[in-house]
């Protein structure tokens, strides 16, 4: 069974920086392109970034610029650098593969920014 756990979130002030860190269960991560999502309060989730098995890296227009995926393969890891944070960044994030995510997800990590 996939597992997939999400970690480094925090209160942070708008302008702020955070990285996330997503460990994984097993090969997953060299084996798939992996993305973190996001859902905030009322809307639906998300896909934020991704990144391929070969590196490539794609972004959300409103996150381009600020954010940046990267993975570890060695580790399973998968990492999301976020800088230049708004307060319409507040969501809990999540990682999960990309662009079709697995059937099960983490318990993602909270993330708010203050104004």
Known sequence: QV???ESGG???QAG????LSCAASGSIVRRN???WYRQAPGRQRELVAAIT???????ADFVKGRFTISRDNAK???YLQMNSLK??????????AAPRAFGSWGQG???????
Not at 109 to 115: G, P
Request: proline share 2%; net charge negative; with cysteine.
């Open 33 to 35: 392109a992996m993305g």
């Open 3 to 5: 597992q997939l756990v």
């Open 53 to 59: 098995s070969g590196g490539n890296t794609n972004y």
């Open 10 to 12: 925090g209160l942070v």
């Open 109 to 115: 990590t909270q993330v708010t920014v203050s104004s």
């Open 87 to 96: 307060p319409e960044d507040t969501a809990v994030y999540y990682c999960n």
């Open 76 to 78: 399973n890891t998968v």
């Open 16 to 19: 702020g920086s955070l990285r």
